[in-house]
Structures are given as structure tokens and as C-alpha cells.
């Protein structure tokens, strides 16, 4: 990865954090208050494979995903240096153009529009990348629905303010958004006793940080990885042999593993339930035909609904008496929310 230019004062270390101590303590809890403590799809007591290798990195993707005592955890601050690079390349030339290097400024971060506000600890390591002098001022809590309203003060370097202002936005602008799309969700099904999960539909290198998102807007994390438990799709039945050959087959290869397998209809319902499938995801559904394979299923297996669900729908999908919704759109489709930053120079 490229180096940041020397101008803005890069550090090989993460700087101590210059957050307001009494801020961070009265606006920001700890995160683990805001995030359900579940990157939820597995039970905590479920032994997911005898050398316990998914158990740990659940475990990791748990811890990674809060805050540090520092502000930024360590699986972070690479994201954030890679995107300072991305965008800073060889060097701001508008700012270091037009801009006194002894110039300093405050800089307020707005929410303009309902939501969730998510990330703001990116957006503070962002800043104190670029100068570790810059001192930033939580005024918003995370994990909580806002109808608009401040969220951070920025106050320093006039450059390195102007310099991390878009990465800084659009990691605050991105998170918050999956936030607040996870929160209607969530919000949409309230009382039903459906939890609404994620996919592994995220942005390549972002996962945790989307799922995170995700756990703070109220929403439950499937599998963080292809290694975390078993998900037979369409295509790994038919390369088996069918929905039944394939859950045996799993069972056998990773009896440790928690298991859902994907069925179209209630033949391949039946199939898994007489391999003895623990849960079944009923894909692409019609209302109907999810309220017929609950009835049918009658408490021999969970079942999850995916595929085609829209805010429209979820509430009906829901009453249908199944224990989960699937929605790959809170990270692959969720819109940014609407946050500003406006600065202004000081003496």
C-alpha cells in the first residue's frame, strides 16, 4: 500500500486518542451495549467444529467489530488506511494548493435525514490518520434511530480536515445507512418474534464493518464465512444428488457445524426434514406458500424465508409464523444516509 505524503504526518503506530474523555464517555457507550452481543446465527454454546477454528473466528469477528479503549480496533485502522490511500494517493493538490499548512478549522457533521448514525469511530480514526493532533467530539449516540441532528465536531488542522473529509464521510454515510435500512426491517416486523438477518452479500474487504452495522440497526449476522456453519444452496443439492443425499453428506463431514439447507418446495421440504435438517431456508416464496410449509413443518425444523422480500412484504412474511427473514439488501442495496460537513476556519 502506498505511504500517505510526510505533509500529513502519518504515524506507524495509532496516535492516543485526542476524543474528548468526558464526550466519549457520556455520549458513546462502550459498543458492546449498542451491538447485540450475537454475531447472533449461532447459539453461543454450539460447538461448531472439533478443532474449534469457526468458533474462533466468530469470536474474532465479534471482538473486532466494537470499539477499542483507543477508538479504532485493530482490524480497522488497515480499512482506514487503505482508503486514505485509495483517495489521497500523492498527495491532496487542492488543499495543499489553496490552503495555509498553519491553518486551522472546526468542522461540524450533520445527519440531514431520519436514521441510524454508525461508524463515527472510523470517521475520528480517519481524521487523526492524516494528524494525530485533530481532536474529535462525539455529539450523537450510535445504535439509536435520530431524526436528524449533530453527530461530530472536528477541530485542527485545516488540511488534514479538508483531506479526510470524504473517506471519513462516506465510511460514516455507508455504515449508517445499513443501520437504518437493518433498522426498518426490524422495525417492520416488531412484535412477530422474527429476527431479521444478513447475507454475505457485503462489500469485498467490509464484511465486518457491515455486519456490525448490521448487529447496531437491530439486525441479527448470518455467517460471517463460508467456513462458519453449512448453507446448502440449490447447486450443492444438485451436485449431490438431491436435498436429502446432500444434508446427510454435511452431516457426516461436520457433525459439529450448525446446518440449514435451502429448499423451493415442500417435496425438498420433506427431504430435509427426514435427513434431519435443523432449519430450512424457503426461498423465493410466495406468502402463501410460507404459511402452507409452516404448517406443514409444525416445529420439526426452523425456518428462514429469503429472496424477493421487500419493507412491503416483510410484515406479511412474517406472520406467516416463521422464526426468520433473510435480507440480502441491508448491505448490498442499502442507500447512504444523508450526513454533510461544514467547516469553518478558526484564528
Not at 500500500?1 to 495509532?14: F, H, I, K, N
Not at 474529535?136 to 453527530?151: M, Q
Not at 488542522?157 to 470524504?166: D, F, Q
Not at 443425499?245 to 450448525?258: F, Y
Request: glycine share 8%.
Amino acid at each position: 500500500m502506498p505511504a500517505l505524503p510526510s505533509l500529513y504526518r502519518e504515524q506507524e503506530a495509532s496516535p492516543p486518542s485526542s476524543v474528548r474523555p468526558a464526550a466519549r464517555e457520556n455520549i458513546n457507550p462502550p459498543l458492546e451495549l449498542v451491538v447485540p452481543a450475537a454475531i447472533g446465527w449461532f447459539p453461543r454454546n454450539t460447538p461448531l467444529s472439533p478443532a474449534g477454528a469457526s468458533r474462533d473466528r466468530i469470536n474474532r469477528l465479534d471482538g473486532l467489530s466494537r470499539l477499542s479503549s483507543r477508538g479504532v480496533s485493530e482490524t480497522s485502522l488497515p480499512i482506514v488506511r487503505a482508503a486514505l490511500a485509495e483517495d489521497v494517493g500523492s498527495g491532496d493538490v487542492t488543499t495543499l494548493a489553496t490552503v495555509p499548512e498553519t491553518a486551522r478549522a472546526e468542522a461540524l457533521i450533520t445527519q440531514k435525514a431520519p436514521g441510524v448514525v454508525f461508524g463515527t469511530w472510523l470517521a475520528e480514526a480517519t481524521f487523526r490518520e492524516l494528524d494525530p493532533a485533530v481532536v474529535t467530539e462525539p455529539l450523537c449516540r450510535e445504535g439509536e434511530w435520530r431524526e436528524r441532528g449533530e453527530v461530530m465536531r472536528v477541530t485542527g488542522s485545516a488540511r488534514a480536515i479538508l483531506t479526510g473529509e470524504r473517506t471519513a464521510l462516506n465510511f460514516l454515510q455507508r455504515l449508517s445507512g445499513v443501520a437504518t435500512l437493518t433498522a426498518r426491517c426490524v422495525r417492520a416486523v416488531d412484535g412477530t418474534g422474527v429476527r431479521i438477518l444478513d447475507t454475505r452479500k457485503t462489500t469485498p474487504g467490509l464484511r465486518t464493518l457491515e455486519k456490525a452495522a448490521v448487529a447496531a440497526g437491530g439486525g441479527t449476522n448470518h455467517r460471517a464465512g463460508l467456513s462458519d456453519a453449512i448453507l446448502i444452496k440449490e447447486n450443492h443439492a444438485a451436485l449431490a444428488g438431491g436435498v436429502g443425499p446432500a444434508v446427510r453428506a454435511a452431516r457426516a463431514a461436520a457433525p459439529g457445524l450448525l446446518l440449514e439447507v435451502e429448499c423451493r418446495n415442500l417435496d425438498e421440504v420433506d427431504e430435509a426434514l427426514a435427513a434431519g435438517a435443523p432449519r430450512i431456508l424457503l426461498d423465493n416464496m410466495t406468502v402463501d406458500e410460507l404459511r402452507a410449509a409452516v404448517a406443514h413443518v409444525a416445529g420439526r425444523a426452523e425456518l428462514e424465508a429469503s429472496g424477493g422480500l421487500t419493507l412491503d412484504t416483510l410484515r406479511d412474511v412474517a406472520a406467516t409464523g416463521l422464526q426468520f427473514i433473510s435480507v440480502g439488501a441491508l448491505t448490498h442495496s442499502a442507500p447512504a444516509l444523508d450526513l454533510s460537513l461544514l467547516l469553518h476556519p478558526l484564528p
